[in-house]
């Protein structure tokens, strides 16, 4: 019976481990954005590029590039990321936009 518990508690333990990560290209950066989260499963809405919804479930993240046009030929000049966490979230691919439930917080990291 103990071991049984102890299977099955390790066996929790793995699988809340387990996160499944995007890398989303976008139109304003040279930089994509990084999507994880447990579960990620994406809606099709069109045949046009970028034209998908994200649904997140489970300690989403989503790291977004901090870059600015600057010198010749308007390089980007990237530094940091804005990250987002929320307990889900949906994020529209061709828009950027992100709506987050739960605990929501965006913070700036290097």
């Known amino acids: 019976m103990k071991l049984c518990l102890a299977l ?4 929790l333990t793995l699988a809340a481990q387990e996160m499944q990560h995007v890398t989303v290209p976008t139109t304003t950066s040279v930089r994509p954005v990084d999507v994880s989260a447990h579960e990620i499963v ?6 046009q590029p970028y034209s998908s919804v994200l649904h997140l479930k489970g300690s989403v993240e989503i790291k977004t590039p901090v870059c600015l046009e600057a010198g010749a030929n308007n390089a980007q000049h990237c530094s940091g990321y804005v990250v ?7 994020m529209n691919e061709q828009s950027g936009q992100i709506e987050g439930r739960g605990r929501v917080t965006v913070t700036r990291e290097k």
């Open 42 to 47: 994406r809606e099709v809405a069109g045949q």
């Open 8 to 11: 099955a508690i390790c066996s």
């Open 84 to 90: 987002f966490r929320a307990d889900e979230a949906d």
